[in-house]
């Protein structure tokens, strides 16, 4: 039994450690930029189309740009656009709000990194 227990310790120890070495990626946001061109289908960084503009979106609180029609959930959802409210945005939009109308995921973490360093630099 106290083999197992010492066993499970260093599994656990190993695992934290595994996890806490592994960072979330540094932004590329001359990457970033290329990989918007996919983001331009819907939005625009200084005009709103489908979705709203993103200039300036990173700081700024979410569902106030004034002539765009958000969802009520978006609108009510209290969410500033920090990179990492922004991450989780664009891992699963309708996880983090359930009932926005953003339905696209990007999955690869190194890319939302990307973008939203990109995003980062459109003051």
């Known amino acids: ?12 120890v190993f695992a934290v450690s595994t996890a806490m070495a592994d960072p979330a990626p ?13 983001c331009a289908a819907c939005h625009s960084i200084d005009d709103n189309d489908l979705g709203p503009r993103h200039r300036g ?13 958000y969802s009520q959930a978006l609108k009510a959802s209290g969410l500033t656009w920090t990179e990492a409210n922004l991450d989780k945005w ?3 939009p309708s996880a983090l709000v359930p009932g926005t109308k953003m339905f696209f995921k990007i999955d690869d973490p190194q890319s939302r ?3 939203i360093a990109y995003l980062k630099e459109l003051k």
Do not use: E, P
């Open 90 to 92: 664009l891992t699963n």
């Open 57 to 69: 979106v990173v700081g700024r609180k979410a569902g106030i740009v004034a002539d765009y029609n």
């Open 26 to 38: 540094k932004g590329d946001a001359a990457h970033g930029k290329v990989l918007y061109q996919g």
């Open 113 to 115: 990194a990307d973008i």
């Open 1 to 12: 039994m106290s083999i197992m227990r010492g066993f499970l310790c260093i599994a656990a």
